[in-house]
Nanobody
Framework: QVHLVESGGGLVQAGGSLRLSCAAS????????MGWYRQAPRKQREVVAA???????DYADSVKGRFTISRDNAKNTVYLEMNSLKPEDTAVYYCKAAGIREYSSPYKYDRWGQGTQVTVSS
């Protein structure tokens, strides 16, 4: 089974920056897409950004121009560079790997990370 481990969350002042990382470990042949989601208190989980295996990216309107998603396929790691952070960015950020295929199996599945807290103070 593949596991995702996130890091990089923390407390930052408004206008500051953070960089999140999510590393997938296991016998990975391929991961189709990787992305970041967030869930604020009393709100539904929402997609923040996603990146395909080929590098195509997509962003939520609320983070366009401030956040950048990138990916290192050799390391099976996805990053989220967050700049100009706002208090409304405060949430637990979750990494998701979609379309995981292991060397030992032809089947694909998805996996979530455990989440990392990002808190932006005003």
């Amino acid at each position: 089974q593949v596991h995702l481990v996130e890091s990089g969350g923390g407390l930052v002042q408004a206008g500051g920056s953070l960089r999140l990382s999510c590393a997938a470990s296991g016998s990975i042949f391929r991961i189709d897409a990787m992305g970041w989601y967030r869930q604020a208190p009393r709100k539904q989980r929402e997609v923040v950004a996603a990146i395909s295996s080929g590098g195509s990216t997509d962003y939520a309107d609320s983070v366009k121009g401030r956040f950048t998603i990138s990916r290192d396929n050799a390391k099976n790691t996805v990053y989220l560079e967050m700049n100009s952070l706002k208090p409304e960015d405060t949430a637990v950020y979750y990494c998701k790997a979609a379309g995981i295929r292991e060397y030992s199996s032809p089947y694909k599945y998805d996996r979530w990370g455990q989440g990392t807290q990002v808190t932006v103070s005003s």
